[in-house]
């Protein structure tokens, strides 16, 4: 997650390499991320990209190549010229370890160079206590990762909760506070991300490349993030991004979070509960899905729209995105409500918005977008001078 990266643990940092060492790497990371973002892409489409002479092209590729970074295969032909090759993850390279803690389960993956979960794990909760989670957990990620033979070289962890530097220090819905998360896999970089967050980031650099996008998600309370070209903006610490927390709420209602009129109770199935004058559910993620379609529910249903939409044009004033994606169940309670919402939206923006408003676009990646966002992370990690160079050292004949 560049602009604010979620950093390595300190015991798992790689060695700082040097200036010249930095210059060294600079090309072949240049094309290492071009490839990322474009898988297949030709070596010739690559140089006008990079905007150097196909042989630099062609030699970086093949250091690259060496390396066990990046793997060829013959383009199909386009008429005159001579051929050219499509560049893939090499299938030995470098992989990462990616990590979804979520409400009631966990999803434990294996994500290459191309952004493809080569190998995935799920399991549920057996208790809420977050040794017995984390112990689950990292005997999953210990398993997958023994399969690659020392490649993995970054876990990246998505939480659903407020994540500061390495720790989570709340997550209301699993009830812990000021958890520290050890390594998963020791001696290895790793990186700790909010969950919409995360979503937030492949869900702007995956659907809408170089756009200023502001991601809004409802699972239990709303959260989500600004991403900036690319750049999620999360402060100095991380735990940016929390809008959920934002005072757009009742302001008679206590949050868990310790706040009174938060957003994050006033959208989702414990606000529709409530509402309706009924005690918060047990599983307000259910409760909401169900309300959506009960014609008894439709006013509660109705006043949440109108509370998203609202929160919403207040974000769009602040920020100033191009677009504003929406995912979890937000894109339903949007079209349960349309109405309530869109009026809501319209009449919260300034005047000089409402002419040409952000478009309102329905997540692409849906339920996998915290487990990609936590693979751009760790990519993030690897695809630096330390991380490639760390990965050359391992190498018995490394360039």
Same mark, same amino acid.
């Given at each position: 997650?560049?602009?604010?990266?979620?950093?390595?643990?300190?015991?798992?940092?790689?060695?700082?390499?040097?200036?010249?060492?930095?210059?060294?790497?600079?090309?072949?990371?240049?094309? &290492?991320?071009?490839?990322?973002?474009? /898988? @297949? #892409?030709?070596? *010739?489409?690559?140089?006008? %990209?990079?905007?150097? !002479?196909?042989?630099?092209?062609?030699?970086?590729?093949?250091?690259?190549?060496?390396?066990?970074?990046?793997?060829?295969?013959?383009?199909?032909?386009?008429?005159?010229?001579?051929?050219?090759?499509?560049?893939?993850?090499?299938?030995?390279?470098?992989?990462?370890?990616?990590?979804?803690?979520?409400?009631?389960?966990?999803?434990?993956?294996?994500?290459?160079?191309?952004?493809?979960?080569?190998?995935?794990?799920?399991?549920?909760?057996?208790?809420?206590?977050?040794?017995?989670?984390?112990?689950?957990?990292?005997?999953?990620?210990?398993?997958?990762?023994?399969?690659?033979?020392?490649?993995?070289?970054?876990?990246?962890?998505?939480?659903?909760?407020?994540?500061?530097?390495?720790?989570?220090?709340?997550?209301?819905?699993?009830?812990?506070?000021? &958890?520290?998360?050890?390594?998963?896999? /020791? @001696? #290895?970089?790793? *990186?700790?991300?909010?969950? %919409?967050?995360?979503? !937030?980031?492949?869900?702007?650099?995956?659907?809408?490349?170089?756009?200023?996008?502001?991601?809004?998600?409802?699972?239990?309370?709303?959260?989500?993030?600004?991403?900036?070209?690319?750049?999620?903006?999360?402060?100095?610490?991380?735990?940016?991004?929390?809008?959920?927390?934002?005072?757009?709420?009742?302001?008679?209602?206590?949050?868990?979070?310790?706040?009174?009129?938060?957003?994050?109770?006033?959208?989702?199935?414990?606000?529709?509960?409530?509402?309706?004058?009924?005690?918060?559910?047990?599983?307000?993620?259910?409760?909401?899905?169900?309300?959506?379609?009960?014609?008894?529910?439709?006013?509660?249903?109705?006043?949440?729209?109108?509370?998203?939409?609202?929160?919403?044009?207040?974000?769009?004033?602040?920020?100033?995105?191009?677009?504003?994606? &929406?995912?979890?169940?937000?894109?339903?309670?949007?079209?349960?409500?349309?109405?309530?919402?869109?009026?809501?939206?319209?009449?919260?923006?300034?005047?000089?918005?409402?002419?040409?408003?952000?478009?309102?676009?329905?997540?692409?990646?849906?339920?996998?977008?915290?487990?990609?966002?936590?693979?751009?992370?760790?990519?993030?990690?690897?695809?630096?001078?330390?991380?490639?160079?760390?990965?050359?050292?391992?190498?018995?004949?490394?360039?």
């Amino acid at each position: 997650m560049q602009a604010r990266t979620p950093a390595p643990a300190d015991d798992a940092s790689p060695a700082k390499v040097g200036r010249a060492e930095a210059a060294r790497w600079s090309g072949a990371l240049d094309l &290492l991320k071009l490839v990322r973002s474009r /898988p @297949g #892409v030709t070596r *010739a489409e690559a140089a006008r %990209a990079m905007h150097v !002479g196909s042989g630099t092209a062609t030699e970086i590729s093949a250091r690259l190549r060496a390396l066990g970074l990046l793997a060829e295969a013959p383009a199909p032909p386009t008429g005159r010229g001579r051929p050219t090759t499509t560049l893939h993850a090499h299938p030995d390279g470098p992989l990462a370890a990616v990590v979804d803690v979520r409400y009631a389960d966990w999803v434990v993956a294996i994500a290459d160079l191309e952004g493809t979960l080569v190998d995935t794990t799920t399991g549920r909760h057996a208790s809420k206590r977050p040794e017995r989670v984390f112990a689950d957990i990292r005997a999953a990620v210990g398993d997958l990762a023994g399969r690659y033979d020392g490649r993995v070289q970054a876990v990246s962890i998505s939480a659903t909760g407020t994540v500061r530097r390495n720790a989570i220090v709340q997550s209301s819905v699993l009830g812990w506070r000021d &958890l520290e998360v050890e390594p998963l896999l /020791p @001696g #290895v970089p790793q *990186a700790l991300g909010n969950d %919409a967050t995360l979503a !937030g980031l492949a869900e702007a650099r995956l659907s809408h490349p170089g756009k200023s996008v502001l991601y809004l998600t409802i699972e239990v309370g709303i959260g989500g993030i600004f991403v900036d070209e690319g750049h999620a903006v999360t402060g100095a610490t991380g735990a940016g991004g929390e809008f959920g927390h934002a005072p757009l709420g009742d302001p008679l209602v206590a949050c868990p979070c310790g706040a009174h009129g938060c957003w994050d109770v006033a959208v989702d199935g414990r606000a529709v509960a409530r509402l309706r004058g009924e005690d918060e559910p047990e599983d307000p993620r259910a409760y909401l899905i169900e309300a959506l379609v009960d014609p008894d529910s439709r006013a509660a249903v109705e006043e949440c729209a109108a509370v998203l939409g609202r929160g919403t044009a207040g974000l769009v004033n602040i920020l100033d995105p191009e677009i504003v994606c &929406l995912g979890g169940l937000a894109p339903e309670l949007r079209r349960a409500a349309r109405e309530p919402f869109e009026h809501a939206y319209s009449t919260g923006l300034m005047g000089f918005r409402r002419d040409d408003p952000p478009r309102v676009l329905p997540s692409a990646l849906g339920p996998d977008a915290p487990i990609l966002g936590a693979s751009e992370a760790a990519w993030d990690m690897i695809l630096t001078e330390n991380g490639i160079a760390a990965w050359s050292e391992r190498l018995p004949d490394s360039a």
